[in-house]
């Protein structure tokens, strides 16, 4: 007979004392997350950087940059790098933490998250109805767009792989062209 094991809810993740690590909740288990690399940062500032600037420009929304507790239900909260919530959706998504799936998250990939981010974290995000998601590996320096099914499909499915030469665009938000060499 297996024990039963105990699942972690938020609000017992709010009560662990501090220790300057980052953590997040994937059904109810609570995972440390490695600090970031400098590549890491710098590839998620620049990125923020372009994100925000069209977003603002367009009056879209908000992007959001980790750290920040994203709670898709009481045992699952995640911390993307980069996140964008819709203006028509800002409402609903809560006050200080993102309360909800996010219109479009974006995770730059690091030699110690790469299965989680890949396979875990894409396994919630469709889930949870998240629209868009973009995976950025500083490895092969390519982006990759995911993009909510066609009606009558559930989860994300690849829609295409960018690579240095190209340019990027989403299909979420209108106008958005990226030059996928720029931000590497």
Known sequence: MKAATHKMTYDQYCLLPEDRNQYELFDGELVMTPSPSREHQRIVLRLARFLAEHVEQRS???????PLDTI???Y???QPDILFVSKARLAEVGGERIEGA???VVEVLSPSTFHKDLRRKMTVYSRFGVEE???VDPETKTIELYCRGQEGKEGLELVQSFTATETFESRLLPGFRLEVNSIF
């Not at 879209?60 to 980790?66: D, I, M, P, Q, R």
């Open 133 to 135: 998601y973009w995976i």
């Open 76 to 78: 699952t909260v995640l």
């Open 60 to 66: 879209l929304g908000e992007v959001y940059v980790s």
């Open 72 to 74: 898709f239900d009481p």
């Open 102 to 104: 996010p219109d479009l």
